[in-house]
């Protein structure tokens, strides 16, 4: 007989297929079951559209399934709150349900409550199935409703030996196509993504989701591009700045930039955000940075490099997650560009230590994720 971890990771799986197009919500999948079978599916496609648990009632629906006495399954406590859409427990107690399973409560003050509403109406209520599973799945979507800012994944490709670049600058390519496109996975996934002057200087990045393999199930999702640039060195013809780019760019500055190149960047309309140097430093500060996009409700932020940024961001203790592509290749040599820049640790124990680590193998390449409990934001 199957199992409520059986049929919520089910409901996981619906979730993900979103992922991307959600935010500032979070990703919600949901099943209807009857006598142990599962008989409609739902998710949340967009934000602003129909919730997962809307979703499957309208798939029931679709399919002439009637709902009363069914059980629903649904990766996330449902809400109770009228916003863009009504609230999901009202649908269900029309739906009939007789019993409602979910995975990890609702930690939006706004939207919380659902499962005591359900309960006070009689219906019977389960929770915390497979909760682990449901709460990685919306990490940034809890993580920003702890602490107002962007959760931050760390990424970058690298020699067996730590190396991003050979002693002459040249870089491409390190890890295989397949790495490449798993990279996208990333981009898909998150609200915006951040390098430093020298690389969009040097690789003319579009920092754009371009592998059709990131949303299998849905449409690309472009992050909101950024690039660090304290003193305008970007040139204005470069790559990133394409009017024809999906989305937004911003360049983050300081002071030190000039009047007259950030007026031409407005020009193009991107947007210039100036903010105040780090201490002992000529970048802008990364932390003051995280909460201004705290504020404007980007809940996620993937650091792609360079290795002057990712060691800004490691320095400050500011990374949540990393996902770390090595190629089996030895590039050796003094002068050539480590993965990680900044000042680094001082003693062993004082290393940022991954936990949760996943090992997975792309081609030659190998793919390390992992956790990073210590960052300061939490």
Not at 41 to 65: F, N, T, Y
Not at 196 to 201: F, L, S, Y
Not at 241 to 256: E, G, H, K, N, R
Not at 285 to 301: C, H, N, T, Y
């Amino acid at each position: 007989m199957p199992t409520h971890e059986y049929f919520m990771q089910r409901a996981i799986e619906l979730a993900e297929r979103a992922r991307g197009n959600t935010s500032p919500n979070p990703l919600v999948g949901a099943v209807i079951v009857r006598d142990d079978i599962i008989v409609a599916e739902g998710w949340h496609k967009q934000a602003g559209e129909a919730h997962a648990e809307v979703d499957a009632i309208h798939d029931a629906g679709q399919k002439q399934i009637p709902t009363e006495g069914a059980t629903l399954y649904v990766s996330l406590e449902p809400c109770s709150h009228h916003g863009k859409t009504p609230p999901c427990t009202d649908a269900i107690l029309d739906a009939g349900f007789t019993h409602v399973v979910y995975a990890t409560s609702d930690t939006n003050s706004q939207a919380g409550g659902g499962a005591a509403k359900l309960k006070a109406a009689g219906i019977q209520v389960t929770g915390n199935v497979c909760k682990d599973a449901a709460l990685k799945t919306n990490r940034f979507f809890f993580h920003y409703h702890q602490t107002t800012t962007p959760y931050v994944i760390a990424k970058f490709a690298s020699s067996l030996d730590g190396r991003t670049a050979t002693r002459t600058g040249n870089s491409q390519w390190i890890t295989s196509q397949s790495s490449r496109q798993r990279g996208h996975v990333a981009r898909q996934a998150v609200d915006a993504i951040v390098i430093g002057a020298q690389t969009a200087i040097d690789d003319q990045p579009q920092l754009t989701v371009r592998s059709p393999g990131a949303y299998a199930h849905t449409q690309a999702a472009h992050p909101i591009r950024l690039v660090l640039d304290s003193k305008g060195r970007v040139p204005l013809d470069n790559a990133i700045f394409d009017a024809y780019l999906p989305s937004q760019t911003i360049v983050v500055t300081t002071d030190a930039m000039p009047a007259q190149h950030a007026h031409k960047l407005k020009t193009l309309n991107i947007e210039v955000l100036t903010l105040p140097y780090a201490n002992h430093s000529e970048q802008p500060d990364i932390a003051m940075l995280l909460k201004v996009l705290g504020e404007r409700q980007i809940q996620s932020l993937l650091v792609e490099g360079g290795q002057t940024v990712l060691g800004s961001f490691f320095d400050a203790r500011l990374v949540n997650e990393v996902w770390a592509f090595i190629a089996p290749m030895i590039i050796g040599g003094t002068n050539a560009v480590p993965s990680i820049g900044g000042l680094g640790i001082d003693e062993l124990k004082d290393a940022p230590k991954l936990n949760n680590v996943s090992v997975e193998t792309l081609n030659n390449d190998l793919l390390i994720k992992g956790t990073i409990a210590s960052c300061s934001q939490e």
